[in-house]
Protein backbone atom coordinates (compact mmCIF):
# COMPACT_ATOMS: atom_id res chain seq x y z
CA UNK A 1 0.00 0.00 0.00
CA UNK A 2 1.18 3.13 -0.57
CA UNK A 3 -0.16 7.09 -0.65
CA UNK A 4 -0.94 8.82 -3.98
CA UNK A 5 -0.26 12.18 -4.40
CA UNK A 6 -3.31 14.20 -6.53
CA UNK A 7 -2.34 17.93 -7.50
CA UNK A 8 -5.24 20.58 -8.19
CA UNK A 9 -4.47 22.07 -10.52
CA UNK A 10 -7.19 24.76 -9.23
CA UNK A 11 -4.33 26.75 -7.70
CA UNK A 12 -2.20 26.32 -11.03
CA UNK A 13 -1.52 29.04 -13.89
CA UNK A 14 -4.92 28.24 -16.22
CA UNK A 15 -3.15 30.15 -19.11
CA UNK A 16 -0.30 27.51 -18.74
CA UNK A 17 -1.66 24.46 -17.20
CA UNK A 18 0.72 21.76 -19.34
CA UNK A 19 3.47 23.04 -18.15
CA UNK A 20 1.76 23.11 -14.33
CA UNK A 21 1.02 19.22 -15.15
CA UNK A 22 4.45 18.88 -16.45
CA UNK A 23 6.08 20.18 -13.28
CA UNK A 24 3.96 18.31 -10.65
CA UNK A 25 4.69 14.85 -12.71
CA UNK A 26 7.60 15.23 -12.36
CA UNK A 27 7.58 15.66 -8.64
CA UNK A 28 6.17 12.14 -8.59
CA UNK A 29 2.00 13.07 -8.99
CA UNK A 30 0.04 9.92 -8.90
CA UNK A 31 -3.01 11.55 -10.44
CA UNK A 32 -4.01 15.58 -11.77
CA UNK A 33 -7.50 16.46 -9.84
CA UNK A 34 -9.47 18.37 -11.81
CA UNK A 35 -11.78 20.43 -9.88
CA UNK A 36 -15.25 20.71 -11.65
CA UNK A 37 -17.48 23.98 -9.93
CA UNK A 38 -20.79 25.02 -11.59
CA UNK A 39 -21.54 28.02 -9.81
CA UNK A 40 -24.99 26.40 -8.64
CA UNK A 41 -23.55 23.92 -6.31
CA UNK A 42 -20.68 25.75 -5.51
CA UNK A 43 -20.03 29.54 -5.37
CA UNK A 44 -17.55 29.27 -8.10
CA UNK A 45 -17.36 28.35 -11.72
CA UNK A 46 -14.37 26.79 -13.22
CA UNK A 47 -13.93 24.55 -16.40
CA UNK A 48 -15.78 21.35 -18.76
CA UNK A 49 -15.59 18.95 -20.67
CA UNK A 50 -13.36 20.35 -23.64
CA UNK A 51 -10.55 21.64 -21.01
CA UNK A 52 -10.38 17.95 -19.57
CA UNK A 53 -9.80 16.75 -23.38
CA UNK A 54 -6.73 19.10 -23.56
CA UNK A 55 -5.36 18.00 -20.14
CA UNK A 56 -6.10 14.31 -20.78
CA UNK A 57 -3.51 14.57 -23.94
CA UNK A 58 -0.63 16.47 -22.19
CA UNK A 59 -1.17 14.82 -18.77
CA UNK A 60 0.98 11.62 -18.32
CA UNK A 61 -0.79 10.18 -15.24
CA UNK A 62 -4.54 9.41 -15.03
CA UNK A 63 -7.00 12.30 -14.80
CA UNK A 64 -9.48 12.62 -11.38
CA UNK A 65 -11.94 14.64 -12.10
CA UNK A 66 -14.31 15.83 -8.58
CA UNK A 67 -17.75 16.89 -9.95
CA UNK A 68 -19.27 19.61 -7.94
CA UNK A 69 -22.45 20.43 -9.79
CA UNK A 70 -25.73 20.03 -10.01
CA UNK A 71 -27.12 17.09 -11.78
CA UNK A 72 -23.80 14.97 -12.50
CA UNK A 73 -25.57 12.11 -14.60
CA UNK A 74 -26.13 14.67 -17.35
CA UNK A 75 -22.28 15.08 -17.97
CA UNK A 76 -20.83 11.71 -16.70
CA UNK A 77 -20.61 10.94 -20.51
CA UNK A 78 -18.72 13.77 -21.58
CA UNK A 79 -16.52 13.62 -18.70
CA UNK A 80 -15.61 10.10 -19.77
CA UNK A 81 -15.16 10.49 -23.20
CA UNK A 82 -13.11 13.61 -22.44
CA UNK A 83 -10.48 11.29 -20.54
CA UNK A 84 -11.61 11.35 -16.76
CA UNK A 85 -10.05 7.72 -14.84
CA UNK A 86 -11.92 8.63 -11.92
CA UNK A 87 -14.72 10.50 -11.54
CA UNK A 88 -16.33 11.66 -8.13
CA UNK A 89 -19.61 12.75 -7.50
CA UNK A 90 -21.27 14.50 -3.95
CA UNK A 91 -23.72 12.90 -2.36
CA UNK A 92 -25.30 16.15 -1.77
CA UNK A 93 -26.90 16.51 -4.79
CA UNK A 94 -27.68 12.95 -5.71
CA UNK A 95 -30.93 11.66 -4.86
CA UNK A 96 -30.32 7.98 -7.18
CA UNK A 97 -26.72 8.08 -6.02
CA UNK A 98 -26.99 4.05 -6.28
CA UNK A 99 -27.56 4.58 -9.85
CA UNK A 100 -24.97 7.37 -10.40
CA UNK A 101 -22.23 5.54 -9.21
CA UNK A 102 -23.10 2.41 -11.16
CA UNK A 103 -23.23 4.37 -14.22
CA UNK A 104 -19.67 5.92 -13.68
CA UNK A 105 -18.49 2.02 -13.53
CA UNK A 106 -20.63 0.97 -16.55
CA UNK A 107 -17.87 3.01 -18.25
CA UNK A 108 -14.89 1.55 -16.84
CA UNK A 109 -14.21 4.74 -14.63
CA UNK A 110 -13.54 4.35 -10.91
CA UNK A 111 -16.41 5.92 -8.98
CA UNK A 112 -15.87 8.34 -6.12
CA UNK A 113 -18.22 9.74 -3.89
CA UNK A 114 -17.87 12.59 -2.04
CA UNK A 115 -18.67 13.99 1.07
CA UNK A 116 -18.91 17.82 2.46
CA UNK A 117 -17.61 18.67 5.89
CA UNK A 118 -21.24 18.93 7.05
CA UNK A 119 -22.18 15.76 5.62
CA UNK A 120 -22.24 13.04 7.64
CA UNK A 121 -20.49 9.36 7.68
CA UNK A 122 -23.81 7.91 7.00
CA UNK A 123 -25.47 8.53 3.98
CA UNK A 124 -22.59 6.23 2.76
CA UNK A 125 -23.96 3.62 4.68
CA UNK A 126 -25.86 1.69 1.79
CA UNK A 127 -23.66 2.35 -0.81
CA UNK A 128 -20.03 2.02 1.12
CA UNK A 129 -19.97 -1.36 -0.64
CA UNK A 130 -20.38 -0.18 -4.09
CA UNK A 131 -17.95 2.43 -4.40
CA UNK A 132 -14.34 2.34 -5.67
CA UNK A 133 -13.42 5.67 -3.23
CA UNK A 134 -14.68 8.25 -1.05
CA UNK A 135 -13.67 11.40 -1.05
CA UNK A 136 -13.49 13.35 2.52
CA UNK A 137 -14.08 16.97 1.81
CA UNK A 138 -11.79 18.86 4.65
CA UNK A 139 -12.87 22.34 3.33
CA UNK A 140 -16.20 23.69 1.92
CA UNK A 141 -16.00 23.53 -1.53
CA UNK A 142 -15.31 26.33 -3.99
CA UNK A 143 -12.31 27.20 -3.70
CA UNK A 144 -8.44 26.40 -3.25
CA UNK A 145 -6.06 27.77 -0.39
CA UNK A 146 -8.75 27.40 2.32
CA UNK A 147 -7.81 26.26 6.16
CA UNK A 148 -8.41 22.58 6.56
CA UNK A 149 -11.02 21.60 9.38
CA UNK A 150 -9.41 19.71 12.06
CA UNK A 151 -12.45 17.61 12.28
CA UNK A 152 -12.08 15.84 9.27
CA UNK A 153 -9.01 13.95 10.79
CA UNK A 154 -11.91 11.63 12.71
CA UNK A 155 -13.96 11.79 9.81
CA UNK A 156 -11.66 9.70 7.97
CA UNK A 157 -11.05 7.57 10.27
CA UNK A 158 -15.60 6.81 10.77
CA UNK A 159 -15.25 6.36 6.74
CA UNK A 160 -12.53 3.44 6.83
CA UNK A 161 -14.45 1.82 9.46
CA UNK A 162 -17.88 2.32 7.20
CA UNK A 163 -15.86 0.51 4.41
CA UNK A 164 -14.10 -1.92 6.18
CA UNK A 165 -17.49 -3.01 7.77
CA UNK A 166 -19.13 -3.47 4.17
CA UNK A 167 -16.52 -5.18 3.28
CA UNK A 168 -15.01 -2.70 0.74
CA UNK A 169 -11.20 -2.70 1.93
CA UNK A 170 -10.18 -2.32 -1.34
CA UNK A 171 -12.15 1.13 -1.73
CA UNK A 172 -9.79 3.83 -0.84
CA UNK A 173 -9.98 7.53 0.84
CA UNK A 174 -9.02 10.24 -0.49
CA UNK A 175 -8.83 13.79 1.09
CA UNK A 176 -9.45 16.96 -0.39
CA UNK A 177 -8.74 20.56 0.86
CA UNK A 178 -6.02 22.58 2.88
CA UNK A 179 -3.58 19.61 2.98
CA UNK A 180 -0.15 20.26 3.40
CA UNK A 181 3.36 19.09 5.21
CA UNK A 182 1.82 19.89 8.58
CA UNK A 183 -1.03 17.71 8.15
CA UNK A 184 -0.27 14.89 5.43
CA UNK A 185 0.95 12.71 8.26
CA UNK A 186 -1.93 12.78 10.63
CA UNK A 187 -4.63 12.69 7.37
CA UNK A 188 -2.39 9.13 6.56
CA UNK A 189 -2.37 8.12 9.83
CA UNK A 190 -6.54 8.24 9.86
CA UNK A 191 -6.58 6.04 7.05
CA UNK A 192 -6.42 8.46 3.76
CA UNK A 193 -4.42 7.21 0.60
CA UNK A 194 -4.79 10.03 -2.19
CA UNK A 195 -3.52 12.90 -0.88
CA UNK A 196 -5.39 16.09 -3.08
CA UNK A 197 -3.47 19.44 -2.56
CA UNK A 198 -3.35 22.91 -4.57
CA UNK A 199 -2.32 25.23 -2.68
CA UNK A 200 0.56 23.72 -1.18
CA UNK A 201 1.83 22.76 -4.36
CA UNK A 202 1.12 25.30 -6.97
CA UNK A 203 1.41 28.67 -4.61
CA UNK A 204 4.98 27.55 -4.09
CA UNK A 205 8.24 28.85 -6.22
CA UNK A 206 8.78 24.95 -7.00
CA UNK A 207 5.80 22.78 -7.48
CA UNK A 208 7.93 20.03 -8.54
CA UNK A 209 9.75 20.02 -5.37
CA UNK A 210 6.71 20.26 -3.36
CA UNK A 211 5.33 17.92 -4.53
CA UNK A 212 8.01 15.70 -3.82
CA UNK A 213 8.27 16.51 -0.67
CA UNK A 214 4.37 16.33 -0.04
CA UNK A 215 4.65 12.84 -1.22
CA UNK A 216 7.35 12.37 1.31
CA UNK A 217 5.70 13.76 4.18
CA UNK A 218 2.86 11.59 3.23
CA UNK A 219 4.90 8.08 2.80
CA UNK A 220 6.61 8.70 6.45
CA UNK A 221 2.61 9.03 8.23
CA UNK A 222 1.89 5.83 6.63
CA UNK A 223 4.80 4.05 8.19
CA UNK A 224 3.89 4.86 11.31
CA UNK A 225 0.78 4.32 10.72
CA UNK A 226 -0.93 1.25 12.36
CA UNK A 227 -3.81 1.07 9.84
C1 LIG B 1 -12.01 22.78 -3.33
C2 LIG B 1 -11.42 21.80 -4.31
C3 LIG B 1 -10.06 21.37 -3.96
C4 LIG B 1 -9.05 22.47 -3.90
C5 LIG B 1 -7.94 22.03 -3.03
O1 LIG B 1 -13.31 23.03 -3.67
O2 LIG B 1 -12.22 20.64 -4.41
O3 LIG B 1 -9.62 20.34 -4.84
O4 LIG B 1 -8.56 22.85 -5.13
O5 LIG B 1 -7.06 23.07 -2.93
P1 LIG B 1 -6.21 23.38 -1.63
O6 LIG B 1 -5.23 22.28 -1.49
O7 LIG B 1 -5.61 24.69 -1.96
O8 LIG B 1 -7.18 23.45 -0.46
ZN1 LIG C 1 -11.34 18.86 -5.47
Redesign the pocket.
Known amino acids: MTVQIAP ?1 I ?2 ADFAALGEAIARVERGGADFI ?1 V ?1 V ?1 DGHF ?1 P ?1 ITIGPPVVKALARVAKVPLDV ?1 L ?1 IEEPDRYIDAFAAAGASMISVHVEVLPHLHRTVHAIKQLGIRAGVVLNPSTPVGTLEEIAADVDFVLV ?10 S ?1 IPGSVAKVRKVRDMLDRSGNRSALIEI ?5 LGNAAQVVDAGARIL ?6 F ?1 TPDPERATRELKTAASRGLAASSR
Open positions: SLSHDMVNHMMSVNPGFGGQFDGGIDVAGNALN
